[in-house]
């Protein structure tokens, strides 16, 4: 499938964006953690939020990588 640089920098872009949130996470889930007594639902909830934004990575990465087998 052909893409057109626009369509892939919108992806890029989305990544990018998609990335930024999944590292942010990370801190989020490390201050949680930290507060004494922490809230293990809460950190349940973050970590699935981190797993749908890695599949949704995934996903991207696989659309702006060329079909090298034809």
Do not use: G, T, Y
Request: without cysteine; proline residues 4%.
């Amino acid at each position: 499938m052909n893409m057109a640089p626009s369509d892939r920098d919108d992806l890029r872009k989305k990544l990018e964006d998609l990335r930024a949130e999944h590292r942010d996470l990370d801190d989020v889930i490390a201050r949680v953690v930290d507060q004494v007594p922490f809230d293990q639902l809460r950190v349940q909830r973050l970590k699935k939020r981190k797993l749908v934004l890695r599949d949704m990575m995934q996903k991207l990465e696989s659309e702006l990588l060329p079909d090298i087998i034809a």
